[in-house]
């Protein structure tokens, strides 16, 4: 890990100030998700990127009904469904 030199003080409400200069480097915006993780004794930052809900892939997600879908799922359950179309559904009475 590549220290900066950058110190900053925690806030009375736990808060601390990202400088610009990373938040440029890391591509960090205003309301990004920062996901926050500890690994031996380290607090870890990453930029949280969304991932598919069925394969855990992060690109090409999509938002669907608050859920995130890549399409290469939406192409298969899209495919999928057609099959399920052609097959008449047994259910009991």
Request: glycine content about 8%.
């Amino acid at each position: 890990m590549k220290a900066t030199g950058i110190v900053r003080k925690v806030d009375n409400l736990g808060r601390i100030v990202l400088p610009m200069e990373l938040r440029r480097t890391m591509d960090i915006a205003r309301d990004d998700l920062l996901q926050i993780s500890m690994a031996g004794g380290e607090i870890r930052l990453t930029k949280f990127q969304p991932a598919c809900l069925f394969c855990g892939e992060s690109l090409e997600v999509v938002d669907f009904r608050g859920k995130r879908v890549c399409r290469g799922c939406i192409r298969k359950l899209q495919k999928s469904l057609k099959v399920n179309k052609r097959r008449p559904v047994r259910g009991r009475r």
